[in-house]
């Protein structure tokens, strides 16, 4: 089936620890997206990248890396430099970014500090 | 920062009546989505709306976009159970125009069966 897969579902990071959120879709979409949403809130935008190789900041990208190696992958690393990761995050891919872009979801991973 | 202001934050409702939730924005938009979010789940895109259209339909859904006051409202008729859910609206705005989407905060729908 078609669709996005976000891994894994739940994830815990010790202090200081680096984690990897893997994200991949096999919609052939060109455009992929990652979100953050802290418990009762809105979504906020950590990095997006509308072709491989090629990816921008969002509204909050500090503490946060991503790469585009693959048009299918848009893995995001929370580094140690995010003083408060733990949230729900969300990965999104849509076929471009031009108008009347829709956005498609995975079902999110969450990540507590511990 | 957040474009989108949902309202109200929470609407709790009895099975049968009709929810609606308002969104306002700040930006000239091309167009304007609204997004359900089950608990824990991802979004899902319930129906978009562009900047020179005034009214949309999608089943029970009913959209309306005033641009002169930069605001949008959804609504759900006959509710049910089954509609609860978090309801989301989502801007395209003209500078950034389809590189990305920003979401407002948000409106819990609970609907009591």
């Known amino acids: 089936d078609g669709g996005i897969t976000q891994s894994p579902k739940y994830l815990f990071r010790k202090e200081g620890q680096n984690v990897t959120l893997s994200c991949e879709q096999n919609?052939?979409?060109?455009?992929m997206y990652w979100y953050r949403q802290d418990p009762g809130q809105g979504l906020r935008l950590i990095y997006y990248?509308?072709?491989?190789?090629?990816?921008q900041k969002g509204d909050i990208a500090e503490g946060y890396s991503v790469s585009r190696e693959k048009k299918e992958s848009f893995p995001l690393t929370v580094t140690s430099a995010q003083k408060n990761p733990t949230a729900f995050y969300l990965c999104?891919?849509?076929?471009?970014?031009?108008?009347?872009?829709?956005?498609?979801f995975g079902e999110g991973s969450w990540l507590t500090v511990v | 920062s957040q474009q989108g202001e949902e309202d109200p934050q929470a609407l709790s409702i009895q099975e049968g009546e009709n929810a609606t939730m308002n969104c306002s924005y700040k930006?000239?938009?091309?167009?304007l989505q609204w997004y359900r979010q089950n608990s824990g789940r991802g979004l899902v895109h319930l129906i978009l709306?562009?900047?020179?259209?005034r009214e949309k339909h999608s089943g029970r859904l009913r959209v309306t976009l005033d641009t002169s006051k930069k605001s949008s409202s959804l609504l759900i008729t006959a509710s049910r159970a089954a509609d609860t859910a978090s309801y989301f609206c989502?801007?395209?705005?003209?500078?950034?125009?389809?590189?990305?989407?920003?979401f407002g905060e948000g409106t819990q729908l609970t609907v009591n069966p």
């Open positions: 999104a891919s849509s076929p471009s970014g031009g108008p009347e872009n829709t956005i498609y």
């Open positions: 919609l052939n979409h060109d455009a």
């Open positions: 990248s509308q072709i491989v190789n090629d990816f």
């Open positions: 930006t000239s938009i091309n167009n």
């Open positions: 709306i562009r900047s020179n259209e």
């Open positions: 989502a801007t395209d705005g003209v500078e950034t125009s389809g590189s990305r989407l920003t």
